[in-house]
Nanobody, 125 residues
Framework: QVQLKESGGGLVQAGGSLRLSCAAS????????MGWFRQAPGKEREFVAA????????DYPDSVKGRFTISRDNAKNTVYLQMNSLKPEDTAVYYC??????????????????WGQGTQVTVSS
């Protein structure tokens, strides 16, 4: 049974930092590209970051580039999202996802096979 479990969310003031973790089990982690998405109330799920199977490939949208950093540790079956200089508009539920898609990069949620339950990030102004 594949499980992705996010942790590290919480309440932080604008300008602060958080580090999210996503622990994977039940799959061969190194075969999956991993991504982070977020969804705010009333909005569509939004791509945040992705890392390739090896960790060499990284992709970010302009909205988080330079502030967020995705990384992975294949020995620990874990992907991370370091979030710095947080803004109130970063408030959302953050989800990690894994996919075996061949094309790189992809920002489309439907390309990912497995999803975590999400962790809430709230940035106060």
């Amino acid at each position: 049974q594949v499980q992705l479990k996010e942790s590290g969310g919480g309440l932080v003031q604008a300008g602060g930092s958080l580090r999210l973790s996503c622990a994977a089990s039940g799959l061969t982690f190194s075969r999956y590209a991993m991504g982070w998405f977020r969804q705010a109330p009333g909005k569509e799920r939004e791509f945040v970051a992705a890392v390739s199977r090896s960790g060499a490939g990284l992709d970010y949208p302009d909205s988080v580039k330079g502030r967020f950093t995705i990384s992975r540790d294949n020995a620990k079956n874990t992907v991370y999202l370091q979030m710095n200089s947080l803004k109130p508009e970063d408030t959302a539920v953050y989800y990690c996802a894994g996919g075996t898609f061949m094309g790189w990069p992809t920002r489309r949620p439907y390309d990912y096979d497995y999803w975590g339950q999400g962790t809430q990030v709230t940035v106060s102004s």
